[in-house]
T-cell receptor, first 115, second 114 residues
Framework: DGGITQSPKYLFRKEGQNVTLSCEQNLNHDAMYWYRQDPGQGLRLIYY???????QKGDIAEGYSVSREKKESFPLTVTSAQKNPTAFYLCASSTTQGARGETQYFGPGTRLLVL | AQSVTQLGSHVSVSEGALVLLRCNYSSSVPPYLFWYVQYPNQGLQLLLK??????LVKGINGFEAEFKKSETSFHLTKPSAHMSDAAEYFC????????????FGQGTELSVKP
């Protein structure tokens, strides 16, 4: 059964701590994306990757880092530099790198809370 | 630069009534447009997608949307609301020259009253 998995479902961060959110897809998609969702603000793009070993900053990359060492995996690290990390984080993927109009398929999300 | 505006952050309808969720976009090239639905604490699910093949696009769960170039609109409709339609709905447009990136609207929360 193909899809996108995100773990954990809930994550708690202490001040000054880095945390990593997992995103795995078995859809054989080239492109992967990370979004942050805050109430009333829609989805904002953090980072995206169109191919393995390459990624680009989105609109709100400060305080976040990513890696793309494998096609199926695109982990997001929320660093201590991100001062307001409490949000719902969504990972997505699409089939073809760099193609306009490709549908993005979303994972179930991870809710990050600050202790 | 592209943008998407969804009019009304909250819409409330009675069960069986018409659902109309509004979306206006700006794009310097022929757009690709999407409607997604999000149920509480879940990811987004594609409802429908406009790719210039037909101006009236039919999606899942009885939803449809009409592309109107003259009005730069892509409103989402459903003839008869069901309680299970209560969710948040997002309109999105493909960026002009940035590959697969999408620009999302702020979202509209739909409530359905019995």
């Amino acid at each position: 059964d193909g899809g996108i998995t995100q773990s954990p479902k809930y994550l708690f961060r202490k001040e000054g701590q880095n945390v990593t959110l997992s995103c795995e897809q078995n859809l054989n998609h080239d492109a992967m994306y990370w979004y942050r969702q805050d109430p009333g603000q829609g989805l904002r793009l953090i980072y995206y990757s169109q191919i393995v070993n390459d990624f680009q900053k989105g609109d709100i990359a400060e305080g976040y880092s990513v890696s793309r060492e494998k096609k199926e995996s695109f982990p997001l690290t929320v660093t201590s530099a991100q001062k307001n990390p409490t949000a719902f984080y969504l990972c997505a993927s699409s089939t073809t790198q760099g193609a306009r109009g490709e549908t993005q398929y979303f994972g179930p999300g991870t809710r990050l809370l600050v202790l | 630069a592209q943008s998407v505006t969804q009019l009304g952050s909250h819409v409330s309808v009675s069960e069986g009534a018409l659902v109309l969720l509004r979306c206006n976009y700006s794009s310097s090239v022929p757009p690709y447009l999407f409607w997604y639905v999000q149920y509480p604490n879940q990811g987004l699910q594609l409802l429908l997608k406009y790719t210039s093949a037909a101006t009236l696009v039919k999606g899942i769960n009885g939803f449809e949307a009409e592309f109107k170039k003259s009005e730069t609109s892509f409103h989402l409709t459903k003839p008869s609301a069901h309680m299970s339609d209560a969710a948040e709905y997002f309109c999105a447009v493909s960026e002009d020259n940035q590959g697969g990136k999408l620009i999302f609207g702020q979202g509209t929360e739909l409530s359905v009253k019995p």
